[in-house]
């Protein structure tokens, strides 16, 4: 429906106007409101070279992944389930945060939990069994917390400063369904874009985008075909934490 489709335009330009504002998320190479499998849109960054995460960049990601229901908030004014699996991803990298690498100032060195793989953070970010103490989980659950509310008022900050902004890219996803990153640039920095897209929907993506090649040498074609087939709601930020070996 067409509310539906406003919904999903607003979440997307807020994960997207959000990313760009953050030190720590990779480029935005597209969004899309066109829905693909279980997403009914996402936004695809293009990974750079980069050998370890730190904890700014698990923020930011945390950041842009809560940013759809950020937007939700205040341009909507209600909350969808739209934003659930948004609502997983950041949880998880949060979790990982405080249980496997020490980024918690709060609990400090200790990793908590075993090494069972968990697919959705790669194998050497499993959550694994417990075998820490009620205090100590209470803990991390009051850290977790804390790592999410805290990037969720970022979200909403950057949202509320740059509103103008994303009603232009919402208004653009409705006539155009997809931008490139060119495009959405342009919108952001309000300058044309040199070769505006020509009609809607998947076309509006460039080649040159779609065929750029990701630091462990993976199509990009590949990791978005991947990224739509594991997304669980509405939505799907495509933001991978798997770190490189």
Known sequence: SEEDKET???????????????????????????????????????????????????????????????????FLGRITSGASNDLQQATRI???????LGMSDKLGLPIYGGDEVNPFLGRMYGLGSRDYSEEAAREIDEEVKRILEDNYQRALTIIRNNSDKIEQLVEALREQETLDREVFEALMQDTPPTDAPNGSGEEA???EAVEAKTSNGRNQTIIEEETIAEAGADTAVVEEVTPSD
């Open 205 to 207: 993506v460039s080649v």
């Open 94 to 100: 949060a979790k990982v945060m405080v249980m496997k």
């Open 8 to 74: 999903v335009a607003y979440r997307e330009a807020g994960h997207a106007a959000v990313s760009y504002h953050l030190a720590y998320t990779d480029p935005v190479q597209k969004i899309t409101i066109v829905p693909r499998g279980r997403a009914g849109g996402y936004v695809l960054p293009l990974p750079e070279d980069r050998m370890v995460d730190s904890r700014e960049h698990f923020e930011d990601r945390i950041c842009m992944a809560l940013a759809g229901r950020a937007s939700e908030e205040i």
